[in-house]
């Protein structure tokens, strides 16, 4: 597990509350019941605040799964 | 009378046929861009008799801006005022009295003509994405594409510029399978407008002018008759799609079962709600929440806030009334109540409770056509004769 995808897993037991959640890249909305428009927006700007980077309207309304949060946040990163 | 885009009208035919048969064998990228792009002001300069030369200026400040907002330290400006102009025709197109007080009764027709309602939503997704960095801006041939495809001017759908930039520029070549499927699907759409829809209207529709049970019972085949006309349009703009080998999206996946009226957007108009969910939704959503310093607690608030804003302006983009503005204020009225619901109930009984209350063939009946009747009684708003009660 690279380690933005240990941060990332962090973050997610975070805002889900559950600390057994175990984030994969292909880990989408589908996987987690909780994952709905509402909690969206708290793990965006849970991220956004984890790993100081700022997305774009049109990056949060694209995400699809947890994959493509990643390499979102590891090209802002970049 | 104003030229209107009418699928009845074998020209609309013609230049379907013409330009399946022009842009489907095309195998260079470049070249197929250019040709769908002449078919597109072909269709706008015959089909709809329109002062082709109006149109294409347009279309070239339209370009214009659009490169201008990906670059150069004006693009903020260029942005608003790009939105203030696209807002303004907006106005126009809703409100023919305003034009012709501003002695531009020209152009209105136009704009109804060329669809503009649609043709805003395109512009203003393309004027996000681009500003926002999210792609690139379009060639000029893709500016008419996007912003003029022939097959989507009538009644959507409405095409992200991020799915029109990412579809690949050949499709795979088409076979005969998907010949087949193509033709099925346009037969569908004119089968359900033409002999379903048709008969629907003509044996049950009064525009309810009769009162007492058959007022319940019309309230019933409206919503029916009106999703089998509004979907046909769609059924037909993806068949055509299909043939020439361009991208076009689902509009509808069953709405009558939805089961609550996030479900139902899920369901009915995607490509609209999937709009609203963009450029309106998300950004509203993420601008209160970064406010407010993270969403948190206030999540709930703020979605609301969100879903209301969203809706009602989703409302008037229909028309500019009070009725639509009604119409805006039901579908907001059923989202924040819907998702305050699931809130509440997954706090309540957890995760798996939900899931499980899910699950039950009951409740979902019941909440099936409780859906079904808040959207049937929320078209009433919008077509009922109001003005006979005056």
């Known amino acids: 597990m690279s380690e933005t995808l240990a941060r990332l897993n962090e973050v997610f037991q975070d805002v889900f509350e559950d600390e057994e959640l175990s984030v994969q890249a292909e880990t989408s909305a589908k996987d987690i019941d909780d994952w709905d428009s509402l909690m969206h927006v708290n793990l965006i700007l849970a991220v956004e605040s984890a790993f100081d980077v700022r997305f774009t309207s049109t990056e949060v309304a694209g995400l699809k799964d947890a994959g493509e949060l990643l390499a979102l946040i590891e090209k802002k990163q970049a | ?390």
């Open chain 2, 1 to 390: 009378m104003n030229p209107t885009i009418d699928l009845t009208s074998p020209a609309f035919w013609l230049v379907a046929l013409l330009a399946i048969a022009l842009v489907t064998p095309i195998t260079q990228a470049g070249l197929k861009r250019w040709v769908w792009a002449g078919v597109n002001i072909l269709f706008i300069a015959w089909m709809l008799r329109l002062r082709t030369l109006e149109v294409a200026s347009a279309v070239v400040v339209a370009h214009l801006a659009l490169r201008l907002l990906a670059c150069g330290s004006w693009r903020r400006a260029i942005g608003w005022a790009g939105l203030a102009l696209a807002l303004g025709l907006f106005v126009m197109r809703k409100l023919p009295g305003v034009t012709e007080d501003l002695g531009l009764g020209v152009v209105n027709p136009l704009l109804v003509a060329v669809g503009f309602s649609y043709v805003f939503l395109r512009l203003l997704d393309a004027g996000r994405v681009i500003y926002e960095g999210g792609r690139p801006p379009p060639d000029l041939a893709s500016t008419v594409n996007y912003l003029l495809p022939f097959h989507m001017l009538a009644a959507g759908p409405i095409q992200s510029y991020e799915d029109f930039v990412d579809q690949p520029a050949i499709a795979k070549p088409l076979s005969a399978e998907g010949a087949l499927g193509g033709v099925e699907r346009i037969a569908l759409g004119l089968f359900k407008k033409f002999v379903v829809a048709y008969l629907l209207g003509e044996a049950f529709l009064t525009g309810f002018h009769v009162g007492g049970a058959y007022f319940w019972f019309e309230v019933q085949v409206y919503y029916l008759w009106f999703y089998l006309d509004f979907s046909a349009y769609s059924d037909i703009a993806v068949g055509i799609g299909r043939l020439m080998g361009v991208h076009t999206p689902e509009n509808f996946n069953r709405p009558y079962v939805a089961r609550n009226m996030i479900d139902f957007w899920e369901r009915w108009h995607i490509s609209l709600s999937q709009w609203v969910r963009r450029n309106l939704f998300i950004p509203i959503q993420l601008g209160l929440a970064r406010k407010a310093g993270g969403g948190g607690k206030r999540a709930l608030l703020i979605a609301t806030l969100a879903f209301t804003v969203s809706f009602l302006l989703c409302g008037l983009w229909h028309g500019i009334s009070w009725p639509f503005f009604a119409w805006g204020a039901m579908h907001a009225l059923g989202l924040v109540v819907t998702n305050t619901y699931r809130h509440w109930l997954t706090k309540r009984v957890g995760r798996k409770g939900v899931k499980a209350y899910k699950e039950k063939t009951g409740y979902r009946l019941v909440a099936q056509v409780l859906t079904f009747e808040y959207v049937a009684l929320s078209l009433v708003i919008i077509s009922y004769p109001w003005k006979d009660l005056l």
